[in-house]
């Protein structure tokens, strides 16, 4: 079993950073591509960014060059670093976790965070 818990959420101004962290439980951390997801009030969830247990990376469109997903297993943790925050990124952000990352990627991961809240505005 692997539990996740979101932190690094709150508050920003536009042109702003946050880093959230994604801490799992267990033994099987460094086996699992790791996702980052977000969904705004009214707004279908979207995939932001994952990496596979190999380092591998993948963005969407809208986060690629201002956000890095990384991860380091000795801590058994996942990072997003968001940087250049806009208010569009306002959204409650979910970490994922799964063995395999076409999982990640279609947005059905086995493990799943509670969330963490990132606001952005003047």
């Known amino acids: 079993q692997v539990q996740l818990v979101e932190s690094g959420g709150g508050s920003a101004q536009p042109g702003g950073s946050l880093r959230l962290s994604c801490a799992a439980s267990?033994?099987?951390?460094?086996?699992?591509?790791m996702g980052w997801y977000r969904q705004a009030p009214g707004k279908q969830r979207e995939l932001v960014a994952f990496i596979t247990s190999g380092g591998s990376t993948n963005y969407a469109d809208s986060v690629k060059g201002r956000f890095t997903i990384s991860r380091d297993n000795a801590k058994n943790t996942a990072y997003l670093q968001m940087n250049s925050l806009k208010p569009e990124d306002t959204a409650v952000y979910y970490c994922n976790a799964d063995p395999s990352p076409v999982t990640i990627a279609s947005m059905s991961g086995k493990y799943w965070g509670q969330g963490t809240q990132v606001t952005v505005s003047s």
């Open positions: 267990g033994s099987i951390f460094k086996f699992l591509a």
